[in-house]
């Protein structure tokens, strides 16, 4: 491979897929964007789908993005029958400190080491000067939806939150508990995992 070749492409992982879904883990694992946001809300989608009962698990390790696609993936979280617990691994920042703090309560948590950025993200904006005005009232109305729904989650003034996003503010696991963003900090894998009832074929339930 020549200097100007770029390294390639990793297959995506099927087994590793088909495998996540089983267990029905959705995963945000990189920058969120609009691509991102439609896969997520589809597997959401196609698990609700598969058994409207059982937990889905979202699992966050995100420096943020798209905010378009955030607030999709909430919508679809709010639409589906299903419990959706949500886990910080890493880094949940920006949209995805949001999507943590949108699990079901007491459904929300985060690894030991996992921190959690809150801010309020940042837009360029230009054209005319109407132009900028749209765009700036539509910006300050998405801004004040978000800060209002983080708010509703953890069970903090409004205008705490909007102090508190004015710059990057970092959050460990515990702080995180503390202010309202997660439920609990989990230390060993049955904590994720708790025992789920399952469909038994041949109890009324077709094979």
């Known amino acids: 491979m020549s200097e100007d070749e770029s390294p390639p492409i990793q297959p995506i992982d099927h087994e590793l897929i088909r495998r996540l879904h089983h267990e029905r883990i959705v995963v945000l694992g990189d920058e969120l964007d609009q691509a991102g946001g439609n896969r997520i809300c589809a597997q959401l989608v196609s698990l609700a789908a598969d058994d409207s009962r059982r937990d889905i698990r979202l699992w966050i390790n995100s420096p943020g993005g798209s905010v378009p696609a955030m607030l999709a993936i909430m919508d679809v979280m709010r639409a589906i029958p299903n419990d959706v617990a949500t886990i910080a691994i890493g880094m949940a920042a920006s949209a995805g400190q ?16 996992a921190r959690i950025l809150l801010h309020q993200g940042s837009a360029g904006i230009g054209g005319t000067a109407v132009d900028v005005e749209l765009q700036a009232d539509d910006l300050r ?6 800060l209002g729904l983080i708010a509703e989650r953890t069970g903090q003034p409004v205008e705490r939150v909007r ?10 696991a515990e702080q995180s ?21 399952r469909a038994v ?3 009324g339930v077709p094979a």
């Open 163 to 172: 102090q508190d996003s004015l710059r990057d503010r970092w959050y460990t």
């Open 201 to 203: 074929a041949g109890l």
């Open 98 to 113: 949001f999507l943590l703090t949108m699990g079901t309560p007491g459904k929300r948590a985060a690894l030991p080491h």
């Open 177 to 197: 508990v503390d202010y309202g963003f997660i439920d609990h900090v989990a230390h060993r894998l049955d904590e994720l995992f708790p025992v789920e009832p």
């Open 141 to 146: 109305h998405t801004r004040d939806t978000v």
